[in-house]
């Protein structure tokens, strides 16, 4: 049967197509956007799934919103004004394809930083969107670029990850976020803040949301995959309630409601007195992991490889001296580690800067320094001026 031509545009993902690779024996995995499996929060949920069996009702079809009590949690936890609404959704994955499918017709305008967030590019790909690019810098996207870009083709949605960025790490500063609060504003370009990576601050100041700047301008997505387990597949969308409304009208469509059992589940979860903890402890595993990954890469990799440091998330983002960084990766996969190329996060036919994504969030200190061993080995081998 033939694909829609949609379809047929969009190549499948490197890193899901990789996964099982990356999982065999002795590989070493800096691929996925992986937390750490031994590290999960369990324990926390353990009394609240053995008390799933003692309530049935859960198990009944719920509100494609999303179960009650959990609704009204986000709403005093998020501080939603009265005209704002959430929608629970299967991660916040389907956030971003039910945003696409509300609100992006074929040929519509989506601006995007490059290197973007392979999820997203692959979403609005799928709707057709016309996604236009704008440079990122070690503080966010550049500013004059998006102006110019919103000034001159008038886009629909700006979607940005501005809190450790997937897949450069980069963290938007204050100036940042306030200017594209405004840019929005002025601009009439809905943002899409995904902020997925938001509670994993290892070091420095937590900076407000950026959509806090312009809260009837945007909709924000947030996400329990990384603070609590990807398994549960829970992820939040919020924002104005005519914005909400349209979300929740194609979700009936997509899987008429979220996991209401996992739900109840999360909320016990996300309101049990240790979990505040729970975050603290995945931040100080990151950020040791974090450190000791960065001093090897420092002390290892040959000259014209380049990394920014980061204040948490999960990724580093390697620079690399001319080189083909698939052939790259794939020699790597062969040297039993696995990593991203950084073409995969640019729309095709982008201009690029060869480099690598790094996750340094699944593999433990010892795994890291084996790692960057086999890594700089292929670097050598692969890259020209190195
Ligand atoms: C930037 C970004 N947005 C969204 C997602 C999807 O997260 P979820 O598991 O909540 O669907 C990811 C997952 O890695 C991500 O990196």
Redesign the pocket.
């Given at each position: 049967m033939e694909l829609t031509h949609a379809l047929q545009q969009i190549q499948p993902s490197y890193i899901r197509e990789i996964l099982r690779d990356a999982q065999a024996p002795g590989v070493i995995s800096l691929a996925g956007?992986l937390p750490d499996g031994d590290h999960f929060p369990i324990a926390l949920m353990e009394k609240s799934l053995a008390s799933l069996a003692q309530n049935p009702a859960l198990f009944q079809y719920g509100q494609t919103a999303g179960y009650g009590p959990l609704l009204d949690y986000f709403r005093s936890q998020f501080k939603l004004p009265e005209h704002h609404e959430s929608l629970v959704c299967t991660?916040?994955?389907?956030a971003?394809d039910l945003i696409a499918r509300a609100y992006v017709n074929p040929s519509d305008k989506v601006v995007m930083e490059a290197p973007s967030?392979l999820?997203?590019l692959q979403v609005f790909g799928l709707a057709q969107a016309n996604i236009v690019s704008v440079s990122q810098q070690a503080d966010g996207p550049n500013l004059a670029e998006l102006e110019a870009c919103f000034a001159e083709q008038s886009p629909k949605l700006f979607y940005a990850?501005p809190d450790f960025h997937?897949p450069t790490g980069v963290t938007w500063s204050l100036e940042v976020r306030q200017k594209v609060a405004q840019l929005c504003q002025q601009y009439k370009v809905t943002l899409i803040e995904?902020v997925?990576y938001r509670e994993l601050r290892f070091t420095g100041e937590m900076l407000p949301l950026v959509s806090s700047f312009c809260p009837d301008q945007a909709l924000v997505?947030r996400?329990y995959?990384k603070i609590a387990t990807?398994g549960m597949?829970m992820?939040v969308v919020s924002g104005k309630s005519e914005w909400i409304a349209p979300l929740v009208k194609v979700k009936q469509s997509a899987d008429l409601h979220s996991s209401i059992p996992m739900q109840a589940v999360l909320l016990d979860l996300i309101t049990h007195p240790d979990f505040p903890s729970h975050i603290e402890k995945l931040r100080v595993l990151y950020q040791e992991r974090y450190l000791s990954f960065a001093e090897q890469l420092q002390a290892k990799l040959p000259q014209g490889c380049h990394f920014n440091p980061v204040e948490g998330g999960m990724f580093v983002w390697l620079t690399l001296p001319e080189c083909d960084d698939f052939a790259l990766a794939k020699a790597a996969l062969t040297n039993k580690v696995a990593v991203v190329p950084s073409s995969v996060f640019y729309k095709k036919g982008e201009r690029i800067t060869p480099g690598l994504r790094l996750n340094f969030t699944n593999a433990t200190a010892e795994e890291l320094v084996s790692a960057v061993e086999r890594l700089v080995d292929v670097i050598k081998q692969e890259c020209k001026t190195a």
């Open positions: 956007g991660g916040s994955q389907q971003l967030y999820g997203a990850v997937n995904d997925p997505l996400s995959s990807p597949r992820g």
